[in-house]
């Protein structure tokens, strides 16, 4: 009975696979990563050893998938520390460390820690890393002494989460993210938070169709002086709290194709964004947000902004909302409703250069000091 259930599973296990034989015209490479990126590792090297096709096809020897599998189940990532520093790398929790495989200076020789050593002279550090691991949560959560992080590999797409990422690279001045797959990703909590180093972000191949947690992601990215966003989808996007908070070194921002119609805070989005001369918010969906504060706190650049299709129907707290925007000659806020605001306290104060300001129609009624 036994004997007959394994071979059911090892049949159902082959029939798994079978599907694949149509891309056998394919490049082998192409199709192994279709192979690997579908079935967990163990799996498809017993389901490969059974389709006599993509054996062909691929012309290796039975002794050569684990190679392969290996190949096309891991992620590698090349980093560059700062010099003369020994600490910390990388994070790595405790039950996945026998799924990291870091490597000094491309030796072959396989280092069993993340940390470098006082007097180490480490130019690079290679890691790779096998299929099990599926978070990327605090990757590098304050590994302060990285100079560059390259991910030169990343077939995969089963990694779901990236909060804090990158939070605390203090040294860190370039990502090169080209390769990063971020298909199936849905937090990306405070992703580069005080990456203070950072000069440049190319976002370009970034996908984001499933994310939705932006909050603090460019939080105290004070030396970035452009984001091109362009190609960010944020449908499915709740929280953009403190997304730019004291972006100080941003001139120009054009969320044009940002969807925020799920979103139901903005607080600090854009508080601190002292350079910031000109921003786009045309499209902006605010019927479900329910938080404003500081939204705009330390705008000291702007010297328009266009909110005329804002919704406040539902927003409670508008507290600093204007707060600092000392270049502001006029501001269009006829259609707020403030029926449900119970905070907004000093919501234009310092707003110097205001010429006119017409606030018939605010209801304070329900505001509490």
């Known amino acids: ?40 590792k163990k799996k498809a090297l017993n389901v490969v050893k059974y389709n006599k096709k993509i054996k062909n096809r691929i012309n290796i020897n039975i ?29 790595i929790q405790k039950k996945e460390k026998k799924y990291y495989h870091i490597y000094f200076n491309n030796e072959k020789e396989e280092i069993k820690r993340n940390y470098i050593n006082k007097g180490e002279e480490i130019k690079i550090i290679k890691i790779k890393i096998d299929y099990q691991v599926k978070s990327f949560k605090e990757l590098f959560y304050y590994c302060e002494y990285i100079e560059s ?146 939204m705009f706190d330390g705008c000291s650049s702007l010297e328009e902004l266009n909110i005329n299709n804002f919704n406040t129907d539902n927003v409670i707290s508008m507290y600093r909302m204007f707060a600092g925007c000392s270049s502001l000659k006029e501001l269009n806020i006829n259609n707020f409703n403030t029926d449900k605001i119970t905070h907004m306290d000093n919501i234009f104060s310092g707003c110097s250069s205001l010429k006119e300001l017409n606030l018939d129609n605010f209801n304070t009624n329900n505001v509490t000091l």
């Open 149 to 294: 992080i390259y991910f030169k590999k990343f077939y995969r797409n089963n990694i779901n989460n990236m909060k804090n990422m990158f939070f605390g690279c203090s040294s860190l001045k370039k990502i090169n993210l080209n390769n990063c797959n971020t298909n199936n990703v849905t937090n990306m909590d405070s992703m580069f938070r005080e990456c203070s180093s950072l000069e440049e972000l190319n976002l370009n191949n970034f996908y984001t169709d499933n994310v939705t947690n932006m909050d603090g992601m460019f939080f105290e990215c004070s030396l970035l002086k452009e984001l091109n966003l362009n190609n960010f989808n944020t449908f499915n996007v709740t929280t953009m709290k403190s997304m730019f908070y004291r972006c100080s070194s941003l001139k120009e921002l054009n969320l044009n194709n940002f969807y925020t119609d799920n979103v139901t805070t903005m607080e600090w989005m854009f508080s601190g964004c002292s350079t910031l001369n000109k921003l786009n918010l045309n499209n902006f969906n605010t019927n479900n947000v329910i938080n404003m504060s500081f």
């Open 63 to 91: 002794n050569d998938y684990k190679e392969y599998s290996e190949k096309y189940s891991s992620i590698e990532i090349e980093i560059k520390p700062v010099n003369n520093i020994y600490d910390k790398f990388i994070n």
């Open 1 to 40: 009975m036994e004997t007959d259930n394994l071979k059911s599973k090892e049949k159902k296990e082959k029939n798994q696979i079978i599907s694949y034989a149509k891309y056998e015209n394919i490049k082998a490479d192409y199709f192994l990563e279709k192979v690997f990126n579908n079935l967990e």
